[in-house]
């Protein structure tokens, strides 16, 4: 799904109603129709209309935005609600469109009444309200929210109960998710004809709650036909093909591991499982000798390879050839997990990213491996290499800032200088490549964040590859499988006790619902 910018939309709208001749306020009456359906839903989460009608509060801008909220103030009064439709702002800043519903909620019996935050009957109406409604800034934002918008922000953020933002949380910098001085936390946002960056980076993540798209009557050979290497990746972008019934084991991959050490065992193990279960033909695990007999001993399905290991029983330099023969005869390979930061280990790593020229996916201590050494990488310029890091990881790397809204463009930076693909993992994982595009993950959640969650995404990363699927496809659809299948476990058994292990046990469900199916 295509992110568009704040000025790609504002040319969208331009061209559909001077070009297409569609009335603004046809659109902004469209708007206001999926605010109604999402406060309405979310009204009717929080209480049964008993002994009186649900009550919702709106808080709205002088621009088009609170246009929106005003036409939703009138339509949710003609479902049976009880509204206050709340003009923050000044009369004489409304645009044409937002008095114009003003005057259509006149005409309704309905008032835009004029914000008066000291007002102790006001507040204590809102105190009762089951919904409120953010209608105050849209995707124009650009200075600090000032004045009366920040004491509407503070009473939304501090009164304990659901907020639904129009497009955008009030505050929220469209293009990068920076927080403009302070920002509604939304329960939900619906944003219309398209998502946005900030809602998905920085701090603007955390404040759009759960994110609906709205179809607002923009044609669609606009929203379509919009340049944009920016992607958010749901469940309707993640599509496996059908297995053929002639298939045969190695039709489906044949892969390779070089992975763990003593006292690192479970990561391998991990990663081989998560390979197996997405649907690997053959997967070898490469181990220092030392790890081997445990490895082995929890591998029933995979095949694990002793190498030669040093005293301290980490991979040693004589292992070198034996792995670089393992890779060259895979689809792909996966280096690091568990591995160790030996040197030894760090030298077969560099030496075999050199002389291979199949795919490899780098994780943990593979990655670990390119700390100072990151010349190793650049030689492999056309060539398929594709880092997993986290935030710690990859600033050891590549001392970047990551700082909230920096980790798109530190990601993208470090794709097109090195000529790799960054899987940049955290909260909405970014996958950029080389060529600019970018994928943010839209699923997951704070109970994977335990040690092995990253083995088996490497692990999923790596049956994929090994499938045939390509490299564009297979990366970002992985981290969403990843990711749905935690998102499972949560539901399931509480994000505290889930364990990587559970979600490898969810993978053949979530996979199984996006076979296509013809």
């Not at 990253?454 to 390509?470: A, E, R, T, W, Y």
Request: with cysteine.
């Amino acid at each position: 799904m295509k992110i568009a910018t704040a000025e790609q939309m504002r040319e969208m709208d331009r061209v559909a109603i001077k070009e297409r001749g569609i009335p603004s306020t046809e659109l902004m009456e469209r708007a206001a129709q999926a605010l109604t359906r999402a406060v309405l839903k979310q009204a009717a989460k929080v209480r049964e209309e008993g002994d009186r009608p649900w009550r919702v509060v709106c808080f709205c801008g002088a621009g088009n935005n609170g246009g929106d909220g005003v036409a939703a103030a009138r339509m949710l009064r003609e479902a049976g609600c009880e509204v206050r439709a709340v003009l923050v702002g000044k009369r004489d800043k409304m645009t044409a469109d937002c008095r114009e519903m003003e005057r259509r909620l006149g005409e309704s019996s309905g008032i835009l009444e004029d914000f008066e935050p000291d007002s102790a009957e006001f507040a204590a109406w809102c105190l009762e309200a089951d919904v409120m409604v953010d209608a105050l800034f849209g995707i124009g934002l650009n200075t600090e929210i000032r004045g009366g918008a920040l004491l509407a922000v503070h009473m939304m953020n501090t009164c304990d109960i659901p907020v639904i933002s129009a497009d955008i949380p009030s505050g929220v910098e469209a293009d990068t998710g920076r927080i403009l001085g302070e920002a509604v936390k939304a329960d939900v946002t619906v944003t219309f004809t398209m998502p946005k960056a900030g809602h998905f980076l920085g701090e603007g993540m955390s404040c759009t709650g759960h994110l609906k798209v709205a179809y607002i009557g923009i044609p669609m050979d606009l929203v379509v036909n919009v340049e944009s290497d920016l992607n958010a990746v749901t469940g309707h972008d993640v599509i496996l093909p059908r297995r053929s019934r002639t298939a045969h084991k190695g039709d489906f991959g044949k892969v390779y591991m070089l992975a763990g050490s003593v006292g690192y065992t479970g990561a391998p193990v991990l990663a081989a499982r998560a390979a197996m279960r997405t649907g690997s033909g053959l997967v070898t695990v490469g181990v220092p000798a030392p790890a081997w007999p445990v490895v082995a001993g929890k591998l029933d399905e995979a095949m694990a390879q002793p190498l030669p290991a040093g005293k301290d029983g980490n991979l040693s330099l004589e292992a070198t050839e034996m792995v670089q023969n393992s890779a060259e005869r895979s689809d792909v390979c996966l280096i690091g997990p568990g591995l160790g930061r030996g040197n030894s280990a760090g030298a077969v790593v560099r030496t075999l990213l050199r002389s291979i020229h199949t795919p490899v996916i780098l994780d943990a201590d593979g990655i670990n491996a390119l700390a100072g050494h990151i010349d190793v990488l650049d030689e492999r310029k056309g060539l398929i290499t594709i880092l997993t890091p986290h935030d710690g990881e990859f600033a050891r790397l590549s001392d970047e800032d990551l700082s909230g809204e920096h980790r798109l463009e530190a990601a993208r930076s470090f794709a097109r200088t090195h000529g790799c693909c960054l899987v940049l993992k955290g909260y909405r994982t970014i996958t950029a490549f080389p060529d600019g595009a970018t994928y943010i993950n839209t699923n997951g959640n704070p109970g994977m964040a335990v040690g092995g969650s990253g083995d088996v995404l490497s692990g999923i990363i790596l049956s994929l590859m090994g499938q045939g699927i390509p490299c564009r496809e297979a990366v970002p659809m992985a981290v969403w499988i990843h990711g749905a299948a935690g998102d499972l476990c949560a539901r399931e058994i509480g994000e505290y006790g889930m364990l990587p292990s559970d979600m490898i046990a969810r993978l053949p469900e979530v996979l199984e619902r996006q076979v296509m199916r013809r």
